[in-house]
Every structure is written in structure tokens, then in C-alpha cells.
């Protein structure tokens, strides 16, 4: 079967990753999280204590770039793949509070996003990928076959991550995650390098009140229909 690029953008906590892994596992295609790999960055600086009071140091920051690799390696006790850094396997790591609460100011970083937008674009040179993000299908690849752009209502969005941090045994108002995720929300919309938005040719994907199954449904025929396109126009 001809293989094609799925981008995968939009707001946070509207189970982007979820719904990219659920389509890659059924096309067997590479699912890339490009969040963790700014994450991995993040843990980089962290790392080093290049991080204080919202400012990173510019000469730690550029050592940081100019040694550090993100890639992922597959995890055989969980037949997914797990992000790497300089080969080092640090999934467990980039999902700690310390890394969530400077993610987003790293990722800001003109320097940051050029550097990983390369390395992302390396990942996807044989297609056959699935990559969410903020900025995929408007910068990462923005020639690709499918675009999908994802959100959902802020106080459901704030209710998913509500569970997910109980479930991790942190205890959070619903008022102090929702005024997390619209932060989130104002800091990715308003960054000067690669703003989040929606590409032009992308589809909607309002999740509000929708299973994962019935977005499978939902996308399932649209896969068919790029893929055939893609192999009758190469």
C-alpha cells in the first residue's frame, strides 16, 4: 500500500496523541510525538539548571543544541516506541511535573523549533508517519497528504487532564487545570516562531463529545481515500 504523511495538530490535552498512536499502530506507521522531543530538549536544560525564573541561559541553550539528539526507540515490554536522547532512554523522565512546567517557554525558542523541525523532517523522508504536534502540518510538513486539526471544548480539555494528573496521584482543582490549559492555549496561539494554527487544507476534528473509536471511524475513510489519491498521482 502506498504510504503518505499524517499531520496531526491543535490544542492541548484534546487527546492528539492518543488518537496519532491509534492510526499508526493500524497502518503500521511510525508514530512520532514531536511534544515529547521538545520535552527531551526541555530535560536537556533542566539537566544542566539552565532554567530560572521563566529565562534560559543562551550559551547553556546553545551547547544544549548543538549536542543533543532526539530520536525514539522501540520498547519491547510495550510494543510502542520510547523517546530518546543521545540514545538514552528518558520517556519516564520527560513526563515529570519539573519538565511540563518549562516545556512550553522551550519550546518557544526560535533555535529550539528550527532545530527539531529538521530532525522531525529527517523522520518522515519515507512517509509511512503519523506526527502530532502545534506546528506539523503548517511547518514541520506542510505538504502533507493528510492534515488534521484537533481541538475540543477548554473545560472538557480540562477535565481529561484532571484525570490524567489523579490518576498520576497529583491533586489539582478543576479551576487550576483549566486555567492551565488556557494558558497553554494563549502561550502556543501567540509565540512569535510557528504559532499554533490551523493549516488551510487541514480538517476539523472537534472531539468535545466523541470516543476514540468514533474518530477511527471518522478517519478511517479519509486515510483510504489520501492513500488512494497519493498512488494514482505520485
Not at 536522547?85 to 513526563?95: A, D, Q, Y
Not at 489523579?166 to 501567540?190: F, H, M, N, T
Amino acid at each position: 500500500m502506498n504510504k503518505i504523511i499524517i499531520a496531526i495538530d491543535g490544542h492541548s490535552s484534546c487527546g492528539k496523541s492518543t488518537f496519532a498512536k491509534r492510526i499508526a499502530q493500524e497502518l503500521g506507521y511510525l508514530y512520532v510525538d514531536s511534544g515529547a522531543m521538545y520535552r527531551a530538549i526541555a530535560l536537556a536544560l533542566l539537566r544542566r539548571n539552565a532554567i530560572s525564573n521563566g529565562h534560559i541561559d543562551p550559551d547553556a541553550l546553545a551547547e544544549v543544541l548543538a549536542s543533543s539528539q532526539v530520536g525514539f526507540a522501540a520498547d519491547p515490554a510495550s510494543g510502542s516506541h520510547i523517546t530518546t536522547l543521545n540514545g538514552e532512554p528518558v520517556e519516564h523522565e520527560i513526563r515529570s511535573p519539573q519538565v511540563a512546567a518549562v516545556v512550553s517557554l522551550v519550546a518557544a525558542q526560535p533555535e529550539v523549533r528550527t532545530l527539531l523541525t529538521a530532525q522531525q523532517q529527517a523522520l518522515g523522508e519515507q512517509k509511512g508517519i503519523v506526527m502530532d504536534g502545534r506546528d506539523i502540518g503548517t511547518a514541520v510538513f506542510p505538504n502533507a497528504e493528510l492534515k488534521i486539526f484537533m481541538t475540543a471544548a477548554p473545560e472538557v480539555r480540562a477535565q481529561r487532564r484532571l484525570r490524567e494528573l489523579q490518576q498520576k496521584g497529583q491533586q489539582l482543582s478543576l479551576d487550576e487545570v483549566l486555567a492551565s490549559v488556557l494558558e497553554r492555549d494563549r502561550i502556543d496561539q501567540s509565540r512569535t516562531h510557528s504559532p499554533l494554527r490551523q493549516a488551510p487544507d487541514a480538517l476539523l476534528l472537534d472531539n468535545s463529545h466523541l470516543s476514540v473509536e468514533q474518530q477511527m471511524q471518522w478517519v478511517r475513510g479519509i486515510i483510504a481515500q489520501r492513500t488512494a489519491q497519493t498512488a494514482a498521482h505520485p
